[in-house]
């Protein structure tokens, strides 16, 4: 069955609420009214309504069904629950008066109604930077016991899905430590199973197993070792060279004895730059279809669109992060 057909089985009827902090654009108010009138989930547009009517106008849609919150003029009794609730998460690093400043942010504003638990999950980032996005969500949401960064996932399907990887971390942690590198992987496998993939991690560099020597190989070497110390249970290899993870007869003769190599449905790059160009190139010029990021290991889903994405992007990540609230 089609990913979303089954993610759509998974949540529905279960009145999921996901907010928009980007509720004046139009391509979030087009998947909006979208999502809406599939009844897949109960979107829940930030900005000021008569903005938001205007935009929608303009491009063509009806806007009368769906809940707007205009976070400038939201109840006093509820913002001042909110600025305490700021507060007492911050622990002494927002004062009141901050809190009312900072909470006027829609990306701050959006993610407290995650936090205080009257929307079920966040997608913003498609006018906002990933940081502007994210920074929130690490302050106030924060990530699950024993996971200590979170990190950021694309499903990459071409095909209507026949071909379906995960590729991370494309999204946030820069330059990520061995350990942290070795949890990445252990969160993106558990992803991977959330949506039908089977994971086999790869866990890639320009070197396989020992072709070439850098301190950046023994970093994904030994992310490779806490990794499968971590999560026995997987099947996580490493170092591997792209090819060599992909290409069955070239893994064959790069890592012969590898239970990933040639087959890996899992891509776990080593840092930042290499991820975030990675799945860019594989979008663009291989065609694959970027759904993400989904941020892992967070106690609720928030998820941080691509400036690049379309109505439909918008559509496919608020069901991800609708399933993800679910767990
Ligand atoms: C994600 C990012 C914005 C966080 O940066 P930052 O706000 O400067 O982070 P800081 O180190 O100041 O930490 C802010 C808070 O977030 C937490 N945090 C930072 N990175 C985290 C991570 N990966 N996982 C969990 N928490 C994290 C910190 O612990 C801190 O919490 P605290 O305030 O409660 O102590 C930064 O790592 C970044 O810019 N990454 C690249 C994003 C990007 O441009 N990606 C490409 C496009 S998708
Ligand atoms: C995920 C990503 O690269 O986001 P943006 O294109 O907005 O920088």
């Known amino acids: 069955m089609d990913l979303f057909e089954s993610l759509k089985e998974k949540i529905d009827g279960k009145n999921i609420k996901i907010v ?11 998947a909006a009214v979208r999502l ?12 000021a309504p008569e903005e938001v009517e205007e935009v929608a106008k303009k491009n063509g849609f009806h806007v009368e069904s769906l809940q707007v919150i205009d976070p400038e003029t939201y109840e006093t009794a509820a913002f001042d629950e909110m600025v305490a609730a700021f507060v007492e998460r911050r622990k002494g690093k927002a004062t009141e008066e901050q809190a009312r400043q900072i909470l006027k942010d829609p990306n701050y504003f959006g993610t407290m109604l995650v936090y205080l638990g009257l929307v079920d999950g966040m ?35 071409r095909g209507h899905g026949s071909e379906r990887y995960l590729f991370s971390d ?34 890639l560099s320009f070197s396989t197993k020992g072709s070439a020597k850098s301190p950046q190989v023994d970093k994904v070497a030994e992310a490779t070792k806490i990794a499968q110390e971590l999560a026995p249970e997987y099947a996580i290899d490493g170092e591997l060279q792209f090819d060599a993870s992909y290409v069955p007869s070239v893994g064959a003769q790069k890592a012969p004895d590898s239970k990933v190599a040639g087959k890996a449905t899992v891509y776990v790059f080593p840092e930042l730059q290499s991820g975030n160009i990675g799945y860019k190139i594989a979008q663009r010029f291989g065609n694959f ?37 679910l767990l």
Do not use: W
């Not at 902090?21 to 087009?30: A, F, L």
């Open 170 to 203: 494309c999204a946030i942690n820069i330059d990520p430590s061995a350990q942290e590198l070795a949890e990445i992987a252990v969160e993106s496998a558990k992803t991977a199973e959330l949506f039908d993939i089977e994971p086999r991690v790869a866990m």
């Open 20 to 30: 928009f902090p980007e509720g004046v654009e139009p391509r979030i108010i087009g």
């Open 123 to 157: 997608v913003s980032g498609i006018i906002h930077s990933t940081g502007e996005t994210v920074r929130p969500a690490l302050q106030i949401i924060k990530t699950k016991p024993g996971v200590s960064r979170t990190s950021g996932a694309f499903i990459m399907q």
């Open 289 to 325: 279809e970027a759904i993400g990021p989904i941020l892992q290991g967070l106690n609720k889903p928030v998820s941080d669109l691509s400036r690049g994405a379309n109505e439909e992007d918008v559509y496919k990540l608020a069901m991800i992060t609708a399933a993800q609230s």
């Open 36 to 47: 809406k009138a599939d009844q897949v989930l109960e979107p829940v547009l930030l900005g």
